[in-house]
C-alpha cells in the first residue's frame, strides 16, 4: 500500500511538473493529422473519421489543407527533415505535396506513403501544408507526421555549369566515373532556378535517366509522371533523388542524362550520408 501510495505521489508531482505534458506535446509536434480540417475548393469536402483517419473527396488541384501555425504565426521545421502522408489503402489518383506554396513532391498512383523531402530548402517560416490530386477522387490519409533530421549531406560535386531546360531543348551528361564513391542510400542533388522567361509557363520537370537508355532512375520512381518526370515547385531551388543500389550499379556503368522543362540547372552534387552526432562533435573539437 505504502509502495502504491508513493508511486502515485510521484505520478501526481511528474505531471504537476509538466513531464507527461511535455512528452505528449513532443508527439502532437510530430503527428499533424489533426491540423488538416480545410480544402481549398469549395466543391470538395474531407471526413475525419473515428479511427482518425482522414476520407478526402478531391477535386483536380483542390487542396487537403493544413494549418501548422503556432500561436497564429509560421513555424520552423529546420530540425525536421520531412513530412509524410501516409495513405490508408493505395491511392487511385496522382497526389502531390505542397508546402507553403514552394516545396512541391509528387506521387504517382497506387502508392501508400508520400515524403516531401525539406533537403536544402527554406523551411524557417511555414505556415500550411497541401494534398492535392490531379484528378477527382477519393483519397483515404491514415496519418501525416514529421521526421526529426538525424543526418547530415557531405556534399561532392560532380557536375557544374548553365544548362537551361527551356522547352525540352538542352540537357547535359554526368559521367560514370563521377559515380565511383557512390553508394546506395546516398543522394543526387540539383541547384537550380525555375525559368520564369515564359509566363505561359505553370509548371516545372526533371527528368532523369541512365545515359544511352530511356529508363529512368529508381529512386524517384513514386514522384514520377506518366512520362517518367519529376515536377518542383515555382520557389524551389534544390532537387534531390535517394539512389537505389541498381541505381548505384547503372550509373556507375552508364552515367546519368539529365534534361527537363523550364529550369536552370547550375550544379549538381553526390551527397553522402553523415551521422548527425558525428558531425556535431566534430564541429565542436
Known amino acids: 500500500m505504502r509502495k502504491i501510495l508513493i508511486l502515485f505521489m510521484a505520478t501526481v508531482v511528474l505531471a504537476g511538473c509538466g513531464y507527461f505534458k511535455s512528452r505528449q506535446t513532443d508527439q502532437d509536434k510530430l503527428n499533424l493529422t489533426s491540423r488538416f480540417k480545410t480544402t481549398w475548393n469549395i466543391h470538395e469536402y474531407a471526413e475525419h473519421n473515428g479511427d482518425g483517419t482522414i476520407t478526402y473527396h478531391a477535386l483536380p488541384w483542390g487542396g487537403l489543407v493544413g494549418s501548422v501555425k503556432e500561436h497564429n504565426l509560421p513555424v520552423d521545421w529546420s530540425e525536421y527533415e520531412s513530412i509524410s502522408f501516409e495513405f490508408a489503402e493505395p491511392t487511385k489518383v496522382a497526389t502531390q505535396i505542397l508546402v507553403a506554396s514552394k516545396l512541391l513532391t509528387g506521387g504517382k498512383r497506387g502508392i501508400t506513403k508520400l515524403t516531401c523531402n525539406f533537403d536544402g530548402q527554406d523551411v524557417t517560416s511555414i505556415s500550411d501544408v497541401a494534398l492535392q490530386a490531379a484528378s477527382e477522387g477519393i483519397v483515404k490519409v491514415k496519418r501525416v507526421y514529421l521526421t526529426p533530421a538525424t543526418s547530415y549531406w557531405k556534399p561532392d560535386s560532380i557536375w557544374g555549369g548553365q544548362c537551361a531546360f527551356g522547352n525540352w531543348t538542352n540537357g547535359f551528361v554526368i ?62 531551388t534544390v532537387y534531390r533523388i535517394v539512389l537505389t543500389a541498381d541505381d548505384v550499379v547503372n550509373l556507375q556503368k552508364t552515367g546519368l542524362f539529365v534534361n527537363g522543362y523550364y529550369n536552370i540547372v547550375t550544379r549538381c552534387n553526390l551527397l553522402r550520408k553523415m551521422p548527425k552526432v558525428a558531425t556535431e562533435q566534430q564541429a565542436s573539437l
Do not use: H, M
Not at 185 to 213: A, C, H, M, Q, R
Open 175 to 236: 559521367k560514370s566515373e563521377n559515380f565511383a564513391r557512390a553508394k546506395a542510400g546516398d543522394k543526387l542533388e540539383f541547384l537550380f532556378t525555375t525559368d520564369k522567361s515564359n509566363p505561359e509557363v505553370k509548371y516545372w520537370l526533371f527528368k532523369t535517366i541512365y545515359n544511352g537508355t530511356d529508363k529512368t532512375l529508381q529512386g524517384n520512381q513514386t514522384e514520377l509522371n506518366q512520362w517518367g518526370c519529376a515536377s518542383v515547385g515555382e520557389r524551389s
